[in-house]
């Protein structure tokens, strides 16, 4: 799987958007950009994925570049309750049930 | 549709014990994957299994193993149990195992505490 990096920590104004930033310079072409995050040592939570184009759901926005070596998680109105840990992954082909999870960055949204 | 379950949710044991966790998948999900949870190494993957099968493993020494059952509930075992196995235990399971990854969902884990 192709390694991620992130940001180690991010702060956000409660109402604005906030902005996750992933690198993945290595992904192959049948891998997917996941993103997680972790509140409190709970389980991680899906919160979106995609391949190529962007992507959007109820909780976020996923922005992946042309190229695909890089990619911008968006939650667009933050709320104290996003504070957790933000996790971007790679994974795809024949992980058979791997994730690779990395340091994730944590984002700190004040009111 | 409820989601994934784990029990028990918090585990005393003492070293030298074992320990046996378990994992009940999302409805019509068949593949669980299994991960370990500390603060210094961070989230790791332990293993997957599909149709009773172990497919994929980590790096782990052999005291941690793993089995699936027919209805795709899933436990872990350690044995000889050693202070640094005090974790968390997550659990995930997706619905189809097939060539590409599919969607994980993670239970709420299990709090692992060896005295």
């Known amino acids: 799987d192709a390694k991620t990096t992130q940001p180690p920590s991010m702060d956000c104004a409660e109402g604005r958007a906030a902005n996750l930033p992933c690198n993945h310079s290595t992904i192959s072409g049948n891998e997917y950009v996941y993103w997680y995050r972790q509140i409190h040592s709970q389980g991680p939570q899906y919160i979106i994925h995609g391949l190529k184009n962007n992507e959007t759901n109820e909780m976020a926005s996923l922005i992946i570049t042309e190229d695909r070596k890089s990619s911008t998680l968006i939650l667009p109105h933050a709320t104290l309750r996003d504070t957790a840990v933000y996790y971007c992954i790679v994974s795809g082909g024949t992980s058979y049930g791997k994730l690779t999870f990395g340091q994730g960055t944590i984002l700190t949204v004040h009111p | 549709k409820a989601g994934v379950t784990q029990t028990p949710r918090y585990l005393i044991k003492t070293r030298g014990q074992q320990v046996t966790l378990s994992c009940s998948p999302i409805?019509?999900?068949?593949?669980v994957s299994w991960y370990q949870q500390t603060p210094g190494q961070g989230l790791q993957f332990l293993f997957e299994y599909f149709s009773e099968t172990q497919r994929n493993k980590g790096n782990f020494p052999g005291r941690f193993s793993g089995r699936q059952f027919s209805n795709s509930r899933s436990e872990m075992n350690v044995s000889t149990l050693e202070l640094g196995d005090s974790a968390l235990y997550l659990c995930?399971?997706?619905?189809?195992?097939?060539?590409?990854?599919?969607?994980?969902?993670f239970g709420p884990g299990t709090r692992l505490l060896v005295l």
């Open positions: 995930a399971s997706s619905l189809v195992a097939g060539l590409l990854q599919e969607t994980q969902y």
């Open positions: 409805s019509g999900h068949r593949s």
